[in-house]
């Protein structure tokens, strides 16, 4: 049985949530959480700007890496919030902007 440390959120990373998300497109990022510790406590959130996002799935990938994968159904700011063990990871929430067209804008 191998013992990992206690969880600290601030060692976890969320990549690729650069890339300019799409509507009704099944949009991802990776959550690389590795080196933080814990038993793999993780908690998603996608806010659209009026309805939650349409779906959410989270995928184990291996040694604690997870695919994110969501969809959201209108154009506009969506934040999505990401914890670990209960605690904000560094830079949660993020704020975003889905596009209906794939043209980035920086919030």
């Not at 013992?3 to 890339?19: E, F, G, Q, T």
């Not at 949009?27 to 996608?46: K, P, Q, R, Y």
């Not at 995928?59 to 990401?82: C, K, L, M, W």
Request: charged letters at 20%; aromatic letters at 8%.
């Amino acid at each position: 049985c191998i013992v990992r440390p206690p969880p600290d959120a601030s060692k976890v990373m969320v990549k690729d949530l650069s890339a300019q998300p799409l509507v009704d497109e099944r949009n991802e990022f990776t959550i690389d959480a590795s080196a933080a510790g814990g038993n793999g406590f993780l908690e998603i959130g996608v806010q659209g700007g009026y309805v939650p996002a349409e779906e959410i799935t989270v995928r184990h990938v291996g040694d604690f890496v997870f695919a994110i994968n969501y969809q959201i159904n209108e154009q506009g700011e969506t934040v999505i919030s990401v914890k670990w063990h209960g605690e904000h990871v560094p830079g949660s929430p993020f704020r975003v902007y889905v596009s209906d067209t794939g043209d980035a804008i920086d919030l």
